[in-house]
Each structure stands twice: as C-alpha cells, then as structure tokens.
C-alpha cells in the first residue's frame, strides 16, 4: 500500500548548549548556511532525516557530523511544524537539544561547516524560529537547573563550589546568592569533597570536589527542587 498524499520533509534541528570553564560563560553553536534560502545566515546546526533513520539517530548523527562528538546527552525538546514556516517547502522540524564543554567540541570539523560558538548575551539574528527555539532551550536548561543535577556534563571532573556555582549563574544570567547556593547545593548530597585543592585563584585555596555519580543519576531520574530564589 502507498499514500497518495503531498510530500512533507522532517528535519533535524540541533540546540547546541556550550560551557566555558575559563570564562565561566555559556554559549550557542550555531553555523552559516552555504545554500539558499538563507544563504550566509545563521542557524541551529541541522539535516533532513534519512527515509531509513529514527529521528534520535538523525539527531545523533547531526550532533557527530558538525562537532564530531558521540554519546553525549541529547534530548529531544519540540517540534515545529508551522505550515509557512520554511519557504524551500513543507518542513517540520524536530528539535533536540544537548550540553557539551567547550573544549570537547572538534575545531576542525566545526570549521569546515561554518560553525562557531557565540555568547548567549551576545547572539546574531538567526534564521526561520530558530530564535525560538534558543529561548524554549533556554527556558529548559534554566527549569532542569532547578529540577535536575547540572554539571557532569560541563564539569571537570574535579571543580571547587565556586566553580560549579559560575556555571548557574551563567544558566541563569544573574548572580546568584553565594551562601544560599552553597547552604542548597550541598544538602542534595550530590558532592563529594575532597582533601585536595585548587589554588590557582587563591594562596588559601578551595577544595576541590566531585559528583556523587550513584547520587547524581538517581536524581537525574527522580527530579529534586534546588530554590535559589531565581
């Protein structure tokens, strides 16, 4: 049996979350397009979805082609299907999103696409809604922030509170409270403090520590709340 109905493209868009450990910000992958429309425009980095692949496979295989990375998380977030949507035709695209640390990402490959990091405060105008679709990513990193633990991904593997802290304020684009987020951030029993300790900012130093990885994916499953009065 065939379907008699007009034909309609899926795509792949991909939010590309990055982490800066140096300057403690957050940024967005985005790359410019070689063919019209939009040619010399910025977009989210993406494909059409092969006629033989699952989306989470396109997904995956749109992650790997513009950065080189594999098995690293990736979600599925929304889907965008607006009938105007994309002068070249009738698309729907499918995005996903995804966190990696900046120096993870392969220069070379990300080069020959075109694609480059921009700060999140600092983003160029960007094609179709993809505007739209970094704001929903946002607003869904910002709510697993809150309802999630945040940081194995972005991390090193050792990292003083301080650190992991910069990281929320850069989720969150503010300042956090300091002595609040240190009194929330250790009652969820997500640390492991170690007796080593990191001086390079400081003659006195701050402990170093790690995640509690049995902790962290039980609560990667559970959920949890951490208020921060943000």
Sequence with gaps: MTYNHPKIWVAIDCLVFGYDTNESNLKVLLFERKVEPFANEWSLIGDFVNEDENLSDGAARVLENFTGLTSVF???????????????????????????????????????????????????????????????????????????????????AEFTLPQLKSLYDAIYGKNIDDRNFRKKIV???????????????????AFLYIFNTKKYHQLRNEGFYLDLNV
């Design 74 to 156: 990736l979600e599925q977030l929304y889907a965008y299907g607006n009938v105007e949507r994309d002068p070249g035709g009738r698309v729907v695209s499918i995005l996903y999103w995804s966190l990696i640390k900046l120096d993870k990402l392969n220069k070379e490959i990300a080069g020959n696409h075109g694609a480059r990091w921009f700060d999140l405060d600092n983003l160029p105008s960007s094609v179709l809604d993809h505007s739209k679709m970094i704001t929903l990513g946002i607003d869904k990193l910002r709510q697993n922030a809150r309802n999630y633990p945040i940081g194995f991904e972005l991390l090193n």
């Design 187 to 205: 009652s969820t029993d997500l640390l492991i403090k170690t007796d080593k300790k990191d001086k390079s900012s400081s003659r006195k130093g």
